[in-house]
């Protein structure tokens, strides 16, 4: 079992950068990928990022709408994976959910590759 804990949103205006947390407890942390998700009003969950597990250390994924503005990242020691989002738009607004993915995958995309998921954080970016 793995429990998944969000923080950090909050409203920005754009162009400001911010960082959201998530902290992992239960299974080793180390031991599966973790990714970003988010999810706007009226719109289907998308993927944002993915950090591989100790396997493949130091592998990243992101998706097309973010590449260059934001970077994921985890510290295995703290059990946590960071979202720093730079150049915030006001398209970013979304609630912003992290998850465990436990089967072994590298960098899964999609949203049925995970197993566990946060409650996650809304950020909204104004103009």
């Known amino acids: 079992q793995v429990q998944l804990v969000e923080s950090g949103g909050g409203l920005v205006q754009a162009g400001v950068s911010l960082t959201l947390s998530c902290s992992a407890s239960?299974?080793?942390?180390?031991?599966?990928?973790m990714g970003w998700f988010r999810q706007a009003p009226g719109k289907e969950r998308e993927f944002v990022a993915a950090i591989s597990w100790r396997l493949g250390i130091g592998m990243t994924y992101y998706a097309d709408s973010v590449k260059g503005r934001f970077t994921i990242s985890r510290d295995n020691a703290k059990n946590t994976v960071y979202l720093q989002m730079n150049n915030l738009k006001p398209e970013d607004t979304a609630i912003y959910y992290c998850a465990g993915d436990t089967s072994g995958r590298l960098l899964p995309r999609r949203t049925y590759d995970y197993d566990y998921w946060g409650q996650g954080t809304q950020v909204t970016v104004s103009s």
């Open positions: 239960g299974r080793s942390f180390s031991s599966y990928a």
